[in-house]
């Protein structure tokens, strides 16, 4: 780690980033520099060679990277695990999703979706209502974002009734409540 570090962070972990890297900085005299982006742009970055102290992607792109020789195998450490959820509005009725049949009707019934579908946690969702049977049926109502914090605002504005995140990415968010996980 160098005088001005280089720290890839996916926004899932920006919450907690903001927290700690203050705190690192003061007790090492490092200055950070921290990108906040999707998981899927870090890796990006990091094939086209763009440097970096630290980058924290999905476990299958830091082994891709790891394979590429951009990053050295025995470096590799899970830092964090996050559920997938559903975002309301704070004081919205929680949706049913405590089965997989009152997830899929919660997800048909909804007015409105929104999830960033470039994400990490956007893909995993594509699996899920690919497997579900629903993706045709949620795609006319499905607002696609950029970034996760757009998926909240979308929400928290009332422009979708349901959106789809990462915990960690909903809980710092005021006006928002953690629907459920999934």
Do not use: C, W
Not at 7 to 23: G, M, R, T
Not at 25 to 34: L, Q, W
Not at 103 to 127: C, H, N, P, W
């Amino acid at each position: 780690i160098g005088v001005a570090d280089q720290f890839h962070v996916p926004l899932a972990l920006k919450a907690v980033a903001e927290e700690l890297f203050p705190q690192f900085e003061k007790s090492t005299n490092h200055k950070v520099v921290v990108q906040f982006a999707l998981a899927a742009t870090h890796k990006q970055k990091a094939e086209s060679g763009e440097p970096f102290d630290l980058i924290v992607v999905t476990p299958a792109m830091l082994d891709d990277l790891i394979k590429q020789g951009k990053v050295a195998a025995d470096t590799r450490t899970v830092v964090a695990r996050s559920g997938l959820a559903l975002v309301i509005k704070a004081g919205a009725r929680k949706p049913d999703i405590g089965t997989v049949d009152a997830l899929k009707r919660a997800l048909l019934d909804a007015k409105s979706i929104t999830y960033t579908k470039q994400g990490a946690s956007g893909v995993l969702f594509e699996g899920v209502i690919q497997k579900l049977g629903i993706a045709d049926a949620l795609a006319p109502k499905t607002q696609y974002t950029s970034a996760g914090e757009e998926a909240s605002a979308n929400v928290v504005s009332g422009r979708a009734e349901l959106g789809v995140l990462p915990v960690s990415e909903i809980l710092p968010v005021k006006g928002a409540e953690l629907g459920g996980l999934f």
